[in-house]
Structures are given as structure tokens and as C-alpha cells.
């Protein structure tokens, strides 16, 4: 089945009107870039948002493609500066809060993960300040989410996979913006030829900093599987999404103490992390 056709069935399982505002998060990847360029062609309203991490020249790059993407659909651009609003850079503070953790004898946290609850807590945040944002529409492809859904697995917690999906489900929050993924069922393989035939602007660099993670352990497994079985992956996912969001039940949804962000605990995940270097 051709790359869009997929996506376009996707997005009507969803039920998306096309005069919902969606604001996709636009890293200056390949993913992203996809998104938005058929979420576009499709004639839906979108707007960009870039964070600009502030990792060295790898960030200026992805900048660079992210507006010469956004001229050319053409849609509006929206650039957070990591450094300017929240005072370092991504390696700064994922350090810091690296060495923080190890001397609490917290054990060590991943790159990744670090940087992962930093970005959607400002995503979530910043969407709601534009106005009439409806949802936030992410680069996620069939890969990452098999990946995820494996980890989950690996780690014992299906019951984690319960927010995952085509569209966040469980939270429901005047203060959440529901994330959406249009690639769901899309092979990664699939979306890097799709970008280069169309001649997108894409940094087709890797971040420098995912270095350790054991999501990449989990992904260099994938890789040496065909198409097929990943595909089977997401279908055993999709058999069983609602026996699994049931193990999870809804999820409460309360406000951070810290930042009022809306989050599962009394201190969201991003504040835990911040104050543990504090
Ligand atoms: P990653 O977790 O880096 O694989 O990224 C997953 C998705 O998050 C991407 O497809 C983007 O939609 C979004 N994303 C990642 N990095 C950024 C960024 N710097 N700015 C905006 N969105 C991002
Ligand atoms: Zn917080």
C-alpha cells in the first residue's frame, strides 16, 4: 500500500477535521518533515513548532531544514530557544541532571530519556499558549512505536503501552493537548525513501547525544527483522490495545505542584528531574 494512502486512512481512523489547528513537532528530521508535508498536501491546518535543543552544529542544521521546510509548504513557524527560555542548553542540563541522579545513587538515566520528558513537557506547554491548538501531531513511525511496545514488554509493563496509539487516549485535560501520530503504520525504511524522493529539506544526521540508550539496543534488534514481522508487531498491539488500556484504567490526572503542568504524580516527571540537580 503506497506511503500516503496509509497515512490518509490513518488520519480518517482518527477522525480529524480538517479545521482542527494541529501543530506538528518538527525536529529537522526526516519523520517530522514527512508529517507535515502530508498533513499539508492533505489540506489539513497545521502550524510548526522546532525546539531548538542548542546541541552544537547538529541543532543548527535541523533549524536551517526546518525553515526552508516550513517556507516551502508554506505554514507557520513556531521556535522555542531551549537556552533563552529555559537558561542552558540540552547537553548542559542533561549532564547535570546525569550526575545529580548518580550521586543521589539514583542509578544512571539515559540520554534519551532525559531529553524525551523535556521536549513533550514543553511541546504540551507551548502548543497551548498558540491559539486554537487542537492537537500535536509528532514524526512517530512504525519502528518507534514496535520499539516502544517491545521495551514495554522487555521492561514487564505492557500496561505502559496504554497511552500509545495513533492518538493519546486515557488523559483527558483542558490543559493536555492530545499528541497524534500520523506515520503509525508506516515502516521507517518507507518514510526515509519517501522524504528523499520528494527532495524534502531533512537533516538526515543522527543526534549526537543518543549514544546509550537501551531503546537503540532494542532497535539494532528490529533492524535485523524484515518488514513483515514489525509490521506484526504493531497488528499484535493493535488485537490487544484494549485489553491493555483496561490493565491501566484512566489515568488521574493532576496538576504539578512545581510548574502546574498537568501530570500523573504531585511533582511532574520533568520537575523531578530539574530539582534532583537543584
Ligand atoms: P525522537 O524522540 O527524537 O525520535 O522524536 C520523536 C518526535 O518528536 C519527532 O518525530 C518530532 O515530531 C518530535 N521532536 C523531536 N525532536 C524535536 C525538536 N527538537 N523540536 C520539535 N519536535 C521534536
Ligand atoms: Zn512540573
Redesign the pocket.
Given at each position: 500500500m503506497k506511503l500516503s494512502f496509509k497515512v490518509k486512512q490513518t488520519l480518517t481512523k482518527i477522525k480529524l477535521s480538517k479545521k482542527d489547528k494541529i501543530l506538528?513537532?518538527?525536529?529537522?528530521?526526516k519523520?517530522?518533515s514527512v508529517?507535515a508535508y502530508l498533513l499539508k498536501k492533505f489540506g489539513y491546518n497545521i502550524g510548526g513548532?522546532?525546539?531548538?535543543?542548542k546541541i552544537g552544529k547538529y541543532s543548527e542544521e535541523?533549524l536551517k531544514k526546518v525553515v526552508e521546510l516550513c517556507k516551502m509548504l508554506p505554514i507557520p513557524l513556531y521556535v522555542y530557544d531551549k537556552k533563552k527560555e529555559m537558561g542552558s542548553g540540552m547537553c548542559y542540563l542533561r549532564t547535570a541532571v546525569q550526575s545529580s541522579y548518580k550521586a543521589n545513587k539514583k542509578g544512571q538515566l539515559k540520554n534519551?530519556a532525559i531529553c524525551?520528558v523535556i521536549?513533550k513537557w514543553i511541546?504540551n506547554r507551548e502548543a497551548r499558549k498558540i491559539k486554537g491548538i487542537k492537537y500535536l501531531a509528532?514524526?512517530?513511525h512504525l519502528d518507534?512505536e514496535a520499539q516502544t511496545f517491545l521495551l514495554n514488554i522487555l521492561k514487564g509493563s505492557p500496561s505502559l503501552s496504554a497511552n500509545t496509539g495513533v492518538i493519546t487516549k486515557n488523559v483527558k485535560d483542558k490543559k493536555f493537548i492530545p499528541r497524534i501520530k500520523p506515520l503509525f503504520y508506516v515502516l521507517e525504511n518507507d518514510v526515509r525513501e519517501y522524504s528523499k524522493k520528494l527532495k524534502l529539506p531533512v537533516n538526515y544526521e543522527k543526534?549526537p547525544c543518543a549514544l546509550d540508550s537501551y531503546r537503540i539496543q532494542v532497535r539494532n534488534f528490529l533492524e535485523t527483522l524484515p518488514g513483515k514481522d514489525k509490521e506484526n508487531i504493531i497488528k499484535n498491539f493493535d488485537r490487544l490495545e484494549k485489553k491493555i488500556d483496561k490493565l491501566r484504567g484512566k489515568t488521574k490526572v493532576d496538576y504539578c505542584k512545581i510548574c502546574g503542568e498537568p501530570s500523573r504524580n504531585k511533582i511532574c516527571k520533568k520537575c523531578e528531574l530539574l530539582n534532583s540537580c537543584k
Open positions: 506538528v513537532a518538527l525536529s529537522g528530521g519523520d517530522s508529517t513548532f522546532h525546539i531548538d535543543l535541523c534519551c524525551g521536549k511541546l509528532t514524526g512517530h518507534d543526534c
